[in-house]
Structure formats: structure tokens, C-alpha cells
């Protein structure tokens, strides 16, 4: 669903981080044309300076399925 604003476990601000992450793997994806490898997302993550596992578990877990369920309504 949506990105929560902030990670369950230690409350650091996560929201604004996964767009980041998103745009990010985009590119690679674009310009690679393929899926980014773990240490590309890996790398990614330490970029934006998550380095806790509870916030990268946040991230790399969050399934954007809202477009998907809105016509069910
Ligand atoms: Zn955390």
C-alpha cells in the first residue's frame, strides 16, 4: 500500500527516503534496461543514509499495490 510516513520499529521518517529509493532503481532499470542487482539496492540504501535494518526492511518491503486496488472500492 502507501509507504508509512515513518519505520515501525525505531520512528525515523522513511516516506520522503522511499521515493528517493524509487526514482533510483527507475533509473538503473531504464538505463540498464534490467532489474537493479542487491548491491546497486544495497548501495542505494547507504546513499540516503539508511543504514538500520528496521528502516531498509521497511523499504525493500513495501509493495506499491494501491492503483491496483482502487477500482475495487
Ligand atoms: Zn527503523
Known amino acids: 500500500m502507501i509507504i508509512p510516513v515513518r519505520c515501525f520499529s525505531c520512528g525515523r521518517v522513511i516516506g520522503s ?3 528517493r529509493f524509487s526514482n ?3 533509473e538503473i532499470r531504464k538505463s540498464k534496461n534490467r532489474e537493479a542487482n542487491s548491491e546497486e539496492i544495497s548501495g542505494i ?3 540516503l543514509n539508511v543504514t538500520r535494518y528496521c528502516c ?3 523499504i525493500l ?3 506499491e499495490l494501491l492503483e ?3 477500482p475495487f472500492d
Open 17 to 19: 527516503d522511499y521515493v
Open 24 to 26: 533510483k532503481v527507475e
Open 45 to 47: 540504501l547507504d546513499d
Open 56 to 58: 531498509r526492511r521497511m
Open 61 to 63: 518491503s513495501n509493495a
Open 68 to 70: 491496483e486496488i482502487l
